[in-house]
């Protein structure tokens, strides 16, 4: 153990507790970056709703139930970074009420 001359003591098991979170983070992060490559290639150039998404993913074997937090998130994502844009609305079939329609940006 040290203190490194601030008063707080440093225990090896505080430096392995923050190698576990970083791996589970970097683990994290590319499970992210995967689902949206997922996402994109379930839009491909068409226009489709987050519920659209869930059901050709489910179609597809990615999803076996629809899980909408599986793509919801990763559209939010991708349209901060300006890959996904709206594309306007219609009516889901699922839950009867208006989904934005989603679409890639232009310029990818």
Not at 13 to 42: F, P, Q
């Amino acid at each position: 153990m040290s203190n490194y001359g601030f008063g707080t003591q440093i225990t090896m098991s505080d430096i392995i507790a923050k190698g576990n979170r970083k791996d589970a983070w970097d683990k994290m992060h590319i499970k992210e970056n995967d689902r949206r490559r997922v996402v994109l290639e379930v839009l491909g150039d068409k226009e489709m709703t987050v519920s659209e998404m869930v059901v050709a993913l489910m179609d597809k074997g990615v999803l076996t139930w629809p899980n909408r937090n599986y793509v919801a998130p990763r559209v939010t994502e991708l349209k901060e970074m300006g890959v996904l844009v709206q594309a306007g609305t219609r009516r889901s079939t699922i839950s009867n009420r208006n989904e934005t329609v989603w679409k890639r940006a232009e310029e990818w």
